[in-house]
Antibody, heavy 122, light 108 residues
């Protein structure tokens, strides 16, 4: 059973770069039609899609975050990474990674990691 | 504002039926998926495509779509269905994903 787990610092200073890793176990995201997505949720607020990447490294990003986001993949480690630069307090959120399934025009995120809280504060 | 619009809150009496809707122009071209999120937990997909329910999701959950609106219906709502529900689909341009603002479902 595929499992995803986020990891990274829980505290980031303003203006610095937030870096998180999503480790995949119990299988691999090895199809070009399957992506790994990053989604975040500020405390008490809704979900926001950040961006996604597939096994080959093809990415697509939220237009509102695109200038600050880089998502990459390390197939040898079965890991996906998120970098978000120039962070502010508004980037404080629980960050999730999830497999993004694409089948015959249908699209869904499953499974999800448990999420990791990142706080931006000095 | 989000490209997908949901009612912020909906309530239903125990055992009754409730429909949660998601509106957006992109839904005329792309299907939606639906996620249930309980406090302190990661979201869980409950519906994708027009009416595809993942294994383990009770059959009281069903999905439909018409025009610019996607709907998630809970027939015979149970106390454990009380949660936040989010829809997700592609944005208007098709080159990015977007979530609705979420609907808080209260089971009375």
């Amino acid at each position: 059973q595929l499992q995803l787990q986020e990891s990274g610092p829980g505290l980031v200073r303003p203006s610095e770069t937030l870096s998180l890793t999503c480790s995949v176990s119990g299988g691999s995201i090895s199809s070009n039609s399957d992506y790994c997505g990053w989604i975040r949720q500020p405390p008490g607020k809704g979900l926001e899609w950040i961006g996604s990447i597939n096994y080959s490294g093809t990415t697509y990003y939220n237009p509102s975050l695109k200038s600050r986001v880089t998502i990459s993949v390390d197939t040898s480690k079965n890991q996906f990474s998120l970098n978000l630069n120039s962070v502010t307090a508004a980037d404080t959120a629980v960050y999730y990674c999830a497999r993004e399934n694409n089948v015959v025009g249908m699209h869904w995120f499953d499974p999800w990691g448990q999420g990791t809280l990142v706080t931006v504060s000095s | 504002s989000s490209e997908l619009t949901q009612d912020p809150a909906v309530s239903v009496a125990l055992g009754q039926t409730v429909r949660i809707t998601c509106q957006g122009d992109s839904l005329r071209s792309y299907s939606a998926s639906w996620y249930q999120q309980k406090p302190g937990q990661a979201p869980v997909v409950v519906m994708y495509g027009k009416n595809n329910r993942p294994s383990g999701i009770p059959d009281r959950f069903s999905g439909s779509s018409s025009g610019n609106t996607a709907s998630l219906t809970v027939t015979g709502a149970q106390a454990e269905d009380e949660a936040d529900y989010y829809c997700n689909s592609r944005g208007r341009s098709g080159d990015h994903m977007v979530f609705g603002g979420g609907t808080k479902l209260t089971v009375l």
